[in-house]
């Protein structure tokens, strides 16, 4: 007999968090805002309580964490190179493994880092906010 304990509310939280940090500080610098409206569409990395479900257990959740994680830091990394690439496919295919929809390849966002100049989203945080 095997026991497995199931992921917790604070990881599912952490989770989310990241996801939404994709969403909101990541793929504004690589996508329009069209492209993300897209990917939400799609249900790229879909948080829904379906999708907790079938992560499931303490690890799984751990190794969903840390698959975001080392994408985000690959992504936020001021070059990107060639050198990242065979973590960054890992950690995909870690996460579509999981269920969690990422079908991207590390080639499309070294293009787009190239192509994309920093325009305005509204993806993005605010950087500031008036109160009325």
Do not use: W
């Not at 990241?18 to 805002?33: A, E, H, K, M, S």
């Not at 969903?64 to 295919?93: G, H, K, T």
């Amino acid at each position: 007999m095997k026991v497995v304990i199931a992921s917790t509310p604070s990881q599912e939280q952490e989770i989310c968090d990241l996801v939404n940090y994709l969403y909101t500080g990541i793929f504004p610098l690589y996508f329009t805002d069209d492209e993300i409206l897209q990917f939400e569409q799609l249900k790229v990395l879909d948080t829904s309580k379906k999708q907790f479900d079938e992560i499931g257990t303490l690890k799984d959740a751990f190794q969903v964490m840390a698959s975001i994680q080392a994408v985000i830091s690959i992504l936020e990394s001021s070059n990107i190179n060639d050198q990242y690439e065979e973590i960054f496919n890992r950690n995909a295919a870690t996460l579509n493994h999981y269920g969690m929809f990422f079908p991207f390849e590390f080639e499309q966002f070294e293009t787009a880092k190239n192509l994309k100049q920093m325009m305005l989203s509204i993806y993005t945080k605010a950087d500031n906010e008036l109160l009325v």
